[in-house]
T-cell receptor
Framework: NAGVTQTPKFQVLKTGQSMTLQCAQD?????MYWYRQDPGMGLRLIYY???????DKGEVPNGYNVSRLNKREFSLRLESAAPSQTSVYFC??????????FGSGTQLSVL | EDKVVQSPLSLVVHEGDTVTLNCSYE??????LLWYKQEKKAPTFLFML????IEKKSGRLSSILDKKELFSILNITATQTGDSAIYLC????????????FGTGTKLQVIP
């Protein structure tokens, strides 16, 4: 029982490159989230999906797109990476409450 | 805009001290207030509070919510070096009642 799986764990990009962060959960939860964490900034919500087929912007959506592919998978895409997107990215899921279950994170560096 | 504010931002204490961490919130469609502990990787869940005045306890940690004044506190008694971590406060609510907003965290360092 893996819980929430994020790939990749580490990534280095050059400015302007694109990439997709993958997240999959086997907990059968309806809601999924993408956060970024920067030093001193806590966790900031990028996008969330309350249920399959819906997505909503969080606090810092600019520069990102998301796809809720099915109930299990929620991907985050950077179309043209910028150094300001250097961060640790966490995917999370939950079923009907704010008690989130997190993936192990993706450390992204944009040079 | 939904907002969760934590104080202090950082704290250094000696083993055995008692600490109080604060969290205030302004969240539409508020449903719950949660505390998480983050050491090296992903946050781990500590407490979820939905009703005012009911204290949640787990060993040396306890938390309480005041829905009238829109704040919560997390107390840690007899601190140990293993309590060193970032403590995150989060609020559930927002649009569709499914938005989870985090504060910036309080970094606690416990020194021997």
């Amino acid at each position: 029982n893996a819980g929430v799986t994020q790939t990749p764990k580490f990534q280095v990009l050059k400015t302007g490159q694109s990439m997709t962060l993958q997240c999959a959960q086997d907990m059968n939860h309806n809601s999924m989230y993408w956060y970024r964490q920067d030093p001193g900034m806590g966790l900031r919500l990028i996008y969330y999906s309350a249920s399959e087929g819906t997505t909503d912007k969080g606090e810092v959506p600019n520069g990102y797109n998301v796809s809720r592919l099915n109930k299990r998978e929620f991907s985050l895409r950077l179309e043209s990476a910028a150094p300001s997107q250097t961060s640790v990215y966490f995917c999370a899921c939950t079923q009907g409450s704010a008690k989130l279950f997190f993936g192990s994170g993706t450390q992204l560096s944009v040079l | 805009e939904d907002k969760v504010v934590q104080s202090p931002l950082s704290l250094v204490v000696h083993e055995g001290d008692t600490v109080t961490l604060n969290c205030s919130y302004e969240v539409t469609n508020f449903r719950s207030l949660l505390w998480y502990k983050q050491e090296k990787k992903a946050p781990t869940f500590l407490f979820m509070l939905t009703s005012s005045g009911i204290e949640k306890k787990s060993g040396r940690l306890s938390s309480i919510l005041d829905k009238k004044e829109l704040f919560s506190i997390l107390n840690i008694t007899a601190t140990q070096t293993g309590d060193s971590a970032i403590y995150l406060c989060a609020s559930g609510g927002g649009k569709g009642y499914q938005k989870v907003t985090f504060g910036t965290g309080t970094k606690l360092q416990v020194i021997p």
